[in-house]
């Protein structure tokens, strides 16, 4: 499995961006796909994800409202849709999948077992 993580970029405080993660290497109907993200000096933490079927759709609180996950069946890719950004969202973003029939951890936190390379946004204040 490959991820392929995309739309980073510097944006000024209450605007918006939009991530997409190209999957690639499976079928991806018993996955769970998520974005994290690592902002400097802190701990990755979880942002959103979805479950690729069903579309069941989770969120970190501190996303809730501003940040919306979607998935594109043809095209195997996940998309951030980042709204109202704040200079604390500044983080580098990562795509994770996670198969479901092969973990006991159905939730959407981890462990993930694949992830991307991690696309950079910067909100300037």
């Known amino acids: 499995v490959q991820l392929q993580a995309s739309g980073g970029g510097l944006v000024q405080a209450g605007g918006s961006l939009r991530l997409s993660c190209a999957a690639s290497?499976?079928?991806?109907?018993?996955?769970?796909m998520a974005w994290f993200r690592q902002a400097p000096g802190k701990e990755r933490e979880f942002v959103a994800a979805?479950?690729?079927?069903?579309?069941?759709?989770y969120y970190a609180n501190s996303v809730k409202g501003r940040f919306s996950i979607s998935k594109d069946d043809a095209k195997n890719m996940v998309n951030l849709q980042m709204n109202s950004l704040k200079y604390e969202d500044t983080a580098v973003y990562y795509c994770a999948a996670k198969d479901l029939t092969r973990t006991k951890v159905v939730g959407p936190r981890g462990p993930y077992d694949y992830w991307g390379q991690g696309t950079l946004v910067t909100v300037s204040s």
């Open positions: 979805i479950r690729w079927s069903g579309g069941l759709i």
């Open positions: 290497g499976s079928t991806f109907n018993n996955y769970m």
